[in-house]
Nanobody, 116 residues
């Protein structure tokens, strides 16, 4: 059973960088054709896909946040990470790491608040 667990700060100040890490267990992030995503849900809104990194290291980002978003992986630790720069209060959300052949496996989500 593949399990994902997000980790990172729960409070970030405006204009700073948000960094989150997802630790994958029960499977490898190098599993062929698997993709690893970051998705968020702002309060009172729907799910927003931020971007993904593939088993081969390829990345893809939503065009709305592309210039502020970076996703990377550490295969030695079986982790992948999200960095979101220059955050504003509008980046307050529950952040999920999600992976698999599709959106098969979900982390429990972590609440991140952007506030001074």
């Amino acid at each position: 059973q593949v399990q994902l667990q997000e980790s990172g700060p729960d409070l970030v100040k405006p204009a700073q960088m948000l960094s989150l890490t997802c630790t994958v267990s029960g499977g490898s992030i190098r599993s062929r054709y698997y993709y690893w995503n970051w998705i968020r849900q702002p309060p009172g809104k729907g799910l927003e896909w931020l971007g993904s990194i593939g088993y081969d290291g390829s990345t893809s980002y939503t065009p709305f946040l592309k210039i502020h978003t970076s996703i990377s992986s550490d295969t030695s630790k079986n982790q992948f990470s999200l960095q979101l720069s220059s955050v504003t209060p509008e980046d307050t959300a529950v952040y999920y790491c999600v992976g698999g052949l599709g959106f098969d496996y979900w982390g429990q989500g972590t609440q991140v608040t952007v506030s001074s």
